[in-house]
T-cell receptor, first 116, second 115 residues
């Protein structure tokens, strides 16, 4: 159990367009989801914490108007990169925390975004 | 905030040799500790975790790690490296008292296995 999926796995978009990435908990309810960004050969950087039914909490330096996060249900959170630019190209990973687990996060497989 | 240090961004071992990947954390209160492995263009796979209890934790693929409070360390080991172990390894901590359960990741260690 505790499977997290992401869609799409890879996306290429043109500069100036927006792209939406979905994160789903497939077999459990996730009250909290996290979005991370990973540059090549680097660690994961937390972008925001998303709680179902409330506004996301963004980390310092992350533009909330550029990276829109919606956690509309207990199994789905979305990250929309608005007006994407080449510097937004990165690997985006989501994770989800289970209700009954006080510590563990379950990670999705990641989405590779390339902005041309 | 927590800080997680992984000594050695690149580690190379021969196939069959001991694997030792180092992780130190900064908290004075023992956190929850995790090791994850990441293969190219994939997400993170949990290798093992420490929350409470026995300080020597066994994980998947023959890996284990020992929590040493006095050294604030959680080093990852495997007695005999396989070619398939070549990957990026991340140590992470989560503070027990932090209900937000934010994870703090180390910078990662790239493991190369030499045939």
């Amino acid at each position: 159990g505790a499977v997290v999926s992401q869609h799409p796995s890879r996306v290429i978009c043109k500069s100036g367009t927006s792209v939406k990435i979905e994160c789903r908990s497939l077999d459990f309810q996730a009250t909290t989801m996290f979005w991370y960004r990973q540059f090549p050969k680097q660690s994961l950087m937390l972008m925001a914490t998303s709680n179902e039914g409330s506004k996301a909490t963004y980390e310092q330096g992350v533009e909330k108007d550029k990276f829109l996060i919606n956690h509309a249900s207990l199994t789905l959170s979305t990250l929309t990169v608005t007006s994407a630019h080449p510097e937004d190209s990165s690997f985006y990973i989501c994770s989800a925390k289970r209700d009954l687990s006080v510590y563990e996060q379950y990670f999705g497989p990641g989405t590779r975004l390339t902005v041309t | 905030a927590q800080s997680v240090t992984q000594l050695g961004s690149h580690v190379s071992v021969s196939e069959g040799a001991l694997v030792l990947l180092r992780c130190n954390y900064s908290s004075s209160v023992p956190p929850y500790l995790f090791w994850y492995v990441q293969y190219p263009n994939q997400g993170l796979q949990l290798l093992l975790k420490y929350t409470t209890g026995a300080t020597l934790v066994k994980g998947i693929n023959g890996f284990e790690a020992e929590f040493k409070k006095s050294e604030t360390s959680f080093h990852l080991t495997k007695p005999s490296a396989h070619m398939s172990d070549a990957a990026e390894y991340f140590c992470a901590v989560s503070e027990q008292w932090n209900t937000g359960n934010q994870f703090y990741f180390g910078t990662g260690t790239s493991l190369t296995v030499i045939p």
